[in-house]
């Protein structure tokens, strides 16, 4: 892959035409290979000394980096201080961290752009495989040599300092090596489908296990005829030691109780029910406690003007939209909307139910956007990660993933073997 914009060109070597055809020129005259020899060895050693890296990292890697640039490890040793902000002035990309697929294009956008040679480090096992977001994860690329060619893996998660600067030294070892014998050139991506390599893996154990097995059947057996009485031993058992169980210590009531609360609602709202609790009396909503936060079940009908009156009534404070959500119950979803009063303190939890539609499994609701301005981006998230419409909403699209996403991750029936490895156990 050429890069470059000046007449002289920029060639897969990372050296311009002009220099490699006076080279060639050099190397004619008596003494002349031994004189390129010598620049080229300078040239690499000045190279492998000098590589800034770009401002990019995406999770917890980030930290490990931040520490290893820092003085105690002090990264400026080996001439990798000089982080870029732009990568028209950077020729490495250190992957410290997840890459998830919306970011994706703009990586391979970073590494397009910049000049060749150019170098990738792939730190900690979320940046070589998607780590713990390999199985199950729907937008989490399964290691960034999927997207762009990677010279050096560090393995951990996260990997320490001391293994960053490992990785630095392998990296600065293999551009030291580098030259017209040894171009450097744009390599492969990794093509390889996603498979479940854990249960790849048990399978080889337990064919190792029965190998092993078969191997020391006869040994085994021996042994039980010379020493039938033999029996292996057994580990004494420690007596559990038994701790007091400390007073626990009631917490100090906030604002309005919660029997108060579903009185004051019900009689605006009569339809209105506690949630795991059908036909509860004010009363023993009361001897749930004060740690329990009053969980109601409002008719779908009503959702929009239930919302609407805990915000403006003045007796119940409700003025804070803490956060929406919503519940996947595979035959209809629940929209989950957790209330606070900033004035008072007490709590509210309400939710509705949304019935999908048996052929799209799609559902709607009414908004409450245009009542409280943090939930448009709640309710965008809903739609982005469940599918449900929310009526009027001003700005219902994607907020996470792409336009072009297929189908809602968090549905429970969504399934794309194309993204997502199905964890085995």
């Known amino acids: 892959m050429a890069q470059g914009g000046s007449g002289m060109g920029i060639s897969s070597s990372g050296a311009s035409v002009l ?10 005259a008596p003494g002349g290979i031994k004189l390129v020899d010598a620049v080229e060895l300078l040239v690499a050693w000045g190279r492998a000394n ?9 999770s917890c890697c980030a930290i490990e980096m931040m520490s290893t640039i820092a003085a105690r490890h002090d990264l400026a040793r080996f001439g990798y201080e000089v982080m870029r902000a732009s990568v028209r002035q950077a020729d490495m990309i250190i992957l410290a961290g997840t890459i998830n697929e919306k970011m994706a294009k703009n990586l391979v956008t970073l590494y397009e752009q910049m000049p060749a040679p150019k170098y990738i480090i792939a730190m900690g096992s979320c940046a070589i495989s998607g780590g713990p ?20 893996y560090i393995p951990g998660c996260p990997p320490r300092p001391e293994a960053l600067i490992q990785g630095i030294l392998q990296l600065q070892e293999k551009i030291k090596k580098e030259g017209r014998r040894n171009p450097w050139k744009v390599r492969d991506t990794l093509k390889v489908p996603f498979e479940d390599i854990f249960s790849k893996a048990q399978a080889e154990w337990a064919e190792q296990e029965k190998r092993k097995d078969e191997e020391l059947r006869e040994a085994r057996e021996q042994f039980k005829r010379d020493k039938p009485a033999s029996t292996a031993p057994k580990s004494a058992r420690l007596k559990k030691e038994e701790f007091p169980t400390p007073p626990r210590r009631k917490p100090a009531a ?25 036909g509860v009396s004010p009363k023993a909503v009361a001897e749930l406690g004060p740690d329990y936060i009053l969980d109601l079940v409002v008719p779908p009908e009503q959702y929009r003007e239930f919302a609407e009156y805990v915000k403006n009534e003045q007796s119940l404070g409700l003025d804070m939209l803490i956060q929406l959500t919503c519940v996947d119950w595979k035959d209809s979803f629940d929209i989950v909307v957790q209330m606070l009063s900033c004035r008072d303190g007490h709590k509210l939890f309400f939710r509705s139910r949304a019935e999908k539609d048996p052929a799209t499994g799609d559902a709607e609701i009414a908004t409450i956007s245009d009542l409280y301005l ?10 982005d990660l469940f599918g449900v419409r929310f009526r009027n909403n001003a700005d219902l699209r ?28």
Not at 50 to 58: G, H, I, K, Q, R
Not at 134 to 151: C, W
Not at 254 to 278: C, R, Y
């Open 374 to 383: 943090g939930a448009e981006w709640h309710e965008r998230e809903v739609y």
């Open 133 to 152: 977001f390999y199985y199950d994860s729907y937008s989490v690329i399964k290691g960034g040599d999927r997207l762009v060619p990677v010279d050096v």
């Open 19 to 28: 220099v490699r055809q006076a080279g060639e020129l050099i190397e004619r």
């Open 254 to 278: 906030q604002g309005i109780s919660n029997w108060t609360l579903l009185q004051m609602i019900q009689k605006k709202f009569p339809a209105v029910e506690v949630h795991d609790h059908p």
């Open 398 to 425: 994607r907020i996470f993933l792409e336009n072009d996403f297929p189908g809602y991750p968090l549905r429970k029936d969504y399934d794309d073997p194309t993204r997502v490895v199905k964890r085995p156990y």
């Open 50 to 58: 000098s590589v800034w890296p770009l401002v990019y990292a995406t």
